[in-house]
Nanobody, 124 residues
Framework: VQLQASGGGLVQAGGSLRLSCAAS????????VGWFRQAPGKEREFVAA????????YYADSVKGRFTVSRDNAKNTVYLQMNSLKPEDTAVYSC??????????????????WGQGTLVTVSS
């Protein structure tokens, strides 16, 4: 399965963006789809994930209440709705998938299939 993230861009603080992670084929319902980001000079960090079967969603504390992850199985696409954006949200956002267990959902090495990222820039 090939993944492609899109929807990034330049937005002012307080604004919104919706990122899309489109898969080339159906993502197994038993797979988790995660969003990670990497800011310049910083390590990659977990942002959010849609768990197995899309039954549950998971968020980093830094984005909880502002970001929402959703899964459209009919379109083989996972979305990340980002509201109330802050300058510290500036990063390259990437999506990934894999048979990740809940206890390791924030760990990037648990995801084996990664797409190219999309740049989000939030101006103050």
């Amino acid at each position: 399965v090939q993944l492609q993230a899109s929807g990034g861009g330049l937005v002012q603080a307080g604004g919104s963006l919706r990122l899309s992670c489109a898969a080339s084929e159906r993502i197994s319902s038993s797979y988790t789809v995660g969003w990670f980001r990497q800011a310049p000079g910083k390590e990659r960090e977990f942002v959010a994930a849609s768990g197995r079967n899309g039954a549950r969603t998971y968020y980093a504390d830094s984005v909880k209440g502002r970001f929402t992850v959703s899964r459209d199985n009919a379109k083989n696409t996972v979305y990340l709705q980002m509201n109330s954006l802050k300058p510290e949200d500036t990063a390259v956002y990437s999506c990934a998938t894999g048979p990740v267990i809940v206890s390791a959902i924030t760990v990037a090495t648990g995801y084996y299939n990664w797409g190219q990222g999309t740049l989000v820039t939030v101006s103050s």
